[in-house]
């Protein structure tokens, strides 16, 4: 008996030391903004997309793309990845618009269910998107604006029952609605997304967010349901006026967030995200960028950590930057732009704070993600004829009322910044003189100048030199801490010669210690973590086997 007792309390531990002390993710249910598990912890989703299941069944005769195995999911989980997100096919589960074979239909649907478990039983979340629709009984070979009145709401009556007994699976109804095309604030577009009528020249009969609630709801399925914005899942300018009722009252939102996105800046974010996520789990079920950097993705999961949003990011596929890809290979090596989120869950998981740093970029070999180019005077933003540093700068050509603007959603503000700096060259003229203007930003799209400076001012008297690189320093000190700027713009007066401006930076107050290199980072952090926890977890074994037995 007491052999017993002791390998029965030996079994509770080891279970508790291989399980790292990590969260559950079964018992997944919406409360109130928040996403809980079944013993009311709260559960953050931090994850990857894993795109092919969408596409390959119609294109290249298989169902994933690159290896779909335990291996996979175990790389992932070195990432400390605790969801994952499946884009379906709904022609390919349904079987229907084409003949059967090994990768559509019967087979394509086993595949993923067992697909779908190998993730749930190692502790993943699941998100389960229609990502392709099929339009007037057509193949489903490609995104469409709305998904059809038919075979969608079949999709999704099946996958429902499906997974209804899985609780750590979640439904995403759509991936990216766009009705009336790359609409951010049509009533019309809002309606058509809600009850699938109205919905102009779309050409076929739409599925609306409430009619695919309920077809889910028909099949006594509680899944946490996630509805994507229109214009591509990013607008969510008028959810609150059409949301759709869940009789669960399990529902969350779904956000696609990029770089090249309209609204890509935490100004832009707090206005028109923040009323949202604040009554609603928001998941940000896609977020990336393009060129092979990770400031955009840093920035924005760091601004989701702030305020309690899911995120996956796209994803975990191996190819260009443009896809855009988090890994070099499948064994789970990162890119430069996947560094960037394997670096900040590693943080999160050893409880560190991911470095995050008030100080920004509105140019810097590029225009950056913080701010939108609204100016009316001709300039070339990637100017290689004169360089203060890297590849670029703005050459501008300052005609008389024509502006260089850069609006950024309130992002320049005293209580926390110190100063706007540039540099400035005068080119083969030189002598140049204007006004930069702080600006806000009316509801009607014009701005209104809170202050103004001379450029001379800023320069100690001088004008811009030709031919030379002078910094310039707006010093921000002085001025009221409860005022907010969105923006500034460059304007004369007066026809001016052409010139060049590059690394313009706002700069923090505050600013914390500069992290080390990503690459020294990867080369520090590059032994196998899993081989790292069994060794520990051997130690703890033999020692939990001695107490136990002497028990």
Known sequence: MKILKSLILFSILLK??????????????????????????????????????EYCC????????????????????KWKMNAVRVPLNEDC???????????????????????????????????????????????????????????????????AKTFKDNSRVLFDLYNEPYPYGNSWANPDAWQCWKNGTDCGTLGYEAS???QMIDAIRSTGATNIILLSGIQYATSFTMFLDYQPVDPAKQMGVALHSYDFNYCRSRGCWDTYLKPVYSLYPMVATETGQKDCLHDFL????SYCDSNDIHYLAWSWLTGACGIPSLIQDYKGSPSNFGIGLKRHLSDLASGVTPYFTDTFEIYNDKLTHWADDWSSATRVINSTTQVYSGKYSIEWLPASTKSLHFMCWSCIKPKIHKSVDFYANGGSIGGQDMDMDLLKLNPDGTNTIIHTYKLSQLLGGNVVPKTEWVKVVLDLTQ????????????????????????????????EPPTPIPDSQWEEENDDDSIASIIAINSILFISLLLVSLLL
């Open 16 to 53: 508790t030391v291989l399980s790292g002390g990590e969260t559950s993710t079964k018992g997944l249910h919406v409360f109130g903004r928040n996403i809980l598990n079944e013993n009311g912890e709260l559960v953050m989703l931090r994850g990857a997309n894993r795109p092919g299941t």
């Open 298 to 301: 840093s920035d924005f999961i």
């Open 208 to 210: 609306g967010m409430q």
């Open 479 to 510: 001025l009221p801490k409860d005022e907010e700027y969105d923006g500034f713009w460059l304007k004369s007066d007066t026809n001016q010669p052409s010139m060049y401006v590059d690394e313009i930076t706002v700069q923090a107050i505050h």
């Open 58 to 77: 119609v294109q290249y005769a298989k169902i994933f793309d690159g290896p779909f195995d335990q291996a996979q999911v175990d790389e992932m989980r």
């Open 93 to 159: 589960w349904l079987g229907v618009h084409a003949p059967e074979t090994e990768y559509f239909g019967a087979s394509y649907r086993k595949a993923i269910e067992d697909y779908v478990k190998q993730y749930t039983d190692s502790n993943m979340a699941v998100i389960i998107d229609l990502h392709w629709a099929s339009e007037n009984g057509k193949l489903a070979t490609q995104q469409i604006p709305m998904p059809n009145n038919g075979n969608s709401l079949l999709f999704w009556e099946d996958v």
